[in-house]
């Protein structure tokens, strides 16, 4: 048997995968009014959670598990129009969520209660590792290689790992390791200097990792990524605690038999308004960005049957768009522009994020009521600034953030770091000015 056909046999029979899509996203508001974070929509086409669920399939994995919670009907809907199982081999997906029963109650408490409290479904698995996955994080792992890592080392726990810088350190589980790469000790989310201080790389650490900052501290921060001996996860979870970080993987790392796999690529927590405001705009320089554009590796999502962007005398640099766009501005510069997004004449669009909608004209007996057509108006400026689905924006409104609010909270209109949100539903009346 060749190399590859081996490294594809292991996968397949010895690893199921767990995404846990649970989050409600709070400091995502108003994004997440509507929808749960891993549905959130990413770079014009793509839903978040379609990034970990393609890796899991490009890595072979037949069975895949996904947690979600809060506002999950959307987010079930996107997975079962998009992941037709006879295109992905024999994989299959598996939707849980909150189920009240005789022995447990409803609405999980944390990561590890979410798989605890479905532990059933993952006992009749008869893999012998599982692979745990964050539903709402960017990143172009080869999970092969984690997966491989995991089972040279031998570990009962492997933790993906990247060095990060101390405003990110802060919100995250932080570890040491020794020259075996073996845990010799972690923390989550650490806030005293003094607790910091023991876990500051050397420099030499990051030669590996030439898109860091040199010049500054790291860390080597904790990706929420897990690869679980079934066994050793299935005692942890034993333990009482209903959080990995915060409560189950410090005990793992002083029981032992713990190891990290340290990441060199790109990599995004989307947590807040601005991270994901950043993450979605890098896309249009394709500097330190995720990488959309690897045949070997796709990033699946939900086919569209549209027809191809529309553009009138309009000036475009640096720019996504979508398919079944109709753009008749003046200029669209540095942005995302997503399906069937109609831009009117002499509008001038700059750094900014428009979702798309899923129809051209609002269909009847929607509820609660859409607006009846889906457009930017003529003559409108916007600047960084998130326009959400389903929005009509009139004549001559001026989105700039004029004053320089960092927040604000308005009548379908906000502002949170900095960053001008339209939310989905909202008319914003001719000559509107922000």
Partial sequence: MDSKKTREFETEQQVSCIILA???????????????????????????????????LNARIQSVYVISQYLASGLHQHILETYQLDLFRNSRIFLLSPEETLHRKVWYKGTADAIRQNLEHFKSSSVNYFLILSGDQLYNMDLHEMLLFAKKTDADLVVASLPVEEAEAKRMGLLTMNANNEIAE??????????????????????????KNLQAKHYLGSMGIYVF???????????SGDDFGRDLIPLKVKEG?????????????????????????????????????????????????????LIKETAIKDTLLSQGALIEG??????????????????????????????????????????????????????????????????????TNKNRLQKYDGDGIFIRDGIIIVSSRTILPDNFVL
């Fill in 22 to 56: 649970g989050g409600q996203g709070s400091r995502l508001f108003p994004l997440t009014q509507l929808r749960c974070k891993p549905a959130v929509c990413f770079g014009g086409r793509y839903r978040l959670i379609d990034i970990p669920l393609s890796h899991a």
């Fill in 186 to 211: 972690f923390v989550e989310k650490p806030s005293d200097p003094n607790v910091l201080k023991r876990f500051v790389l050397e420099q030499g650490f990051l030669k590996n990792h030439p898109h």
């Fill in 330 to 399: 003046k200029e669209i510069t540095n942005s995302i522009i997503g399906f069937r997004v109609h831009v009117k004449k002499g509008t001038v669009i700059r750094n900014s994020i428009v979702m798309g909608n899923h129809f051209y004209t609002a269909p009847p007996h929607q509820s609660p009521p859409l607006p009846q057509d889906f457009f930017i108006g003529e003559n409108c400026t916007i600047e960084n600034a998130i326009i959400d689905e389903h929005t009509q924006i009139g004549n001559n409104v001026q989105l």
């Fill in 257 to 309: 038999k713990t190891s990290t796999y340290v990441y060199t690529g790109y990599w995004e927590d989307i947590g807040t308004v601005a991270s994901y405001f950043k993450a979605n705009l890098a896309l249009t320089s394709q500097k330190n960005c995720l990488n959309t554009y690897d045949e070997k590796n796709p990033i699946f999502t939900h086919p569209q049957n549209l027809p191809n962007p």
């Fill in 229 to 239: 001996k079934r066994e050793a996860l299935f005692s942890l979870l034993q333990h």
